[in-house]
């Protein structure tokens, strides 16, 4: 039995046929198109994240941009379940 606390580790070691690996599907791009196979998971499993920032510190741009897209990105995919 092998541990990771990384999906691309999980995603890798089972591309290699050690196994299968139960993985947050936001977490694996570009393995599909190396051939691993993926299949839902049933039930649904739902987790919270949490973006912390300091409250006496303004975000710069480049922070702000990042946040708008990992949103996008989020909502686009929860969307599409």
Same mark, same amino acid.
Request: charged residues 20%; positive net charge.
């Given at each position: 039995?092998i541990e &990771?606390?990384f /999906?691309? &580790? !999980?995603? !890798?070691?089972?591309?290699?046929?050690?196994?299968l /690996?139960?993985?947050?599907?936001l !977490?694996? *791009?570009?393995f !599909?198109?190396?051939?691993?196979i993926?299949?839902?998971?049933e039930p649904s499993?739902y987790?919270?994240?949490?973006?912390?920032?300091r409250?006496?510190?303004?975000?710069?741009?480049?922070?702000?941009?990042?946040v &708008?897209?990992?949103? *996008?990105?989020?909502? &686009?995919?929860?969307a599409?379940?």
């Amino acid at each position: 039995m092998i541990e &990771t606390p990384f /999906a691309i &580790t !999980a995603c !890798a070691l089972a591309l290699e046929g050690v196994g299968l /690996a139960i993985v947050n599907p936001l !977490a694996v *791009d570009g393995f !599909a198109q190396r051939g691993l196979i993926f299949r839902p998971f049933e039930p649904s499993v739902y987790f919270k994240s949490y973006l912390l920032f300091r409250p006496d510190m303004q975000k710069a741009s480049l922070v702000r941009a990042f946040v &708008t897209a990992l949103m *996008d990105v989020r909502n &686009t995919r929860h969307a599409g379940r």
